[in-house]
Every structure is written in C-alpha cells, then in structure tokens.
C-alpha cells in the first residue's frame, strides 16, 4: 500500500511538503498546486492509511507525518535514483 501511495505525483508532492512541516490544507494547495479539494482528498486517503496524522487549532486543522520512517524512504528513493 505504501509504495501505491508513491506511484502517485500530487500525494508524493503532499508528503514532501509535509516533510518539511506541519501545514493546513489552503497552504499544501499553495506549495503543491492543486486545489484544495483535491488536497482534502489526498489526505484523507494518507490519514487512513496511517500515514499522515492531523491535529486542530480552532477552526484550522494541521496535517504533519505520523513518522520521519516515510521521509526516510522517499530520500532513499531520490538517492538511489541520483546514482
């Protein structure tokens, strides 16, 4: 299931900008370029599999990784293509 989850572009672009840190919906849409139903989707897909967590602030809902081991994976992936 992970690696199905990588095979797509928008959700490896949501996992990379959420690698950098906790971010709500209106500002994935922004890094990644899509728009935001289209993010919610995404997410709620990620948070079901247990791969992204989400804790709110009022009216705001923040979304981080459940973990740095998906990080880890997507740059060994990036390094392995690098050589």
Not at 21 to 44: E, I
Request: hydrophobic letters at 45%.
């Amino acid at each position: 299931e992970f690696f199905a989850v990588c095979a797509d572009p928008t959700r490896v672009k949501i996992l990379s900008a959420l690698a950098m840190g906790d971010m709500c919906v209106g500002d994935l849409a922004l890094v990644v370029g899509v728009h935001q139903t289209t993010v919610s989707h995404q997410l709620r897909l990620l948070k079901n599999l247990g791969i992204v967590k989400s804790e709110r602030y009022g009216k705001i809902i923040f979304y981080s990784l459940v973990n740095d081991t998906v990080n880890d994976v997507m740059l060994k992936g990036v390094e392995f293509l690098g050589h």
